[in-house]
């Protein structure tokens, strides 16, 4: 029964990967590189992300948690 389950899963998910790679458009991030990791605000370990051109977000990358977002 739960390997039925997850043969499900499995495929599910390999479908949608399949379809969200047939959609996939070139965003402009505006930045290079638009990711890396830096210490913010004194906290080690953040992943700083640009979103867009002025758009920039920080995940804590030892709990995967969202810390900040910021314009510009």
Known sequence: MH???????????ALLMTAAAANVSTVERGHDPWVFRCVLDKHARMAVVAISKPLWICYDATDCTMKEAWHG
């Open 3 to 13: 390997r039925l389950i997850l043969r499900r899963l499995i495929l599910g998910a």
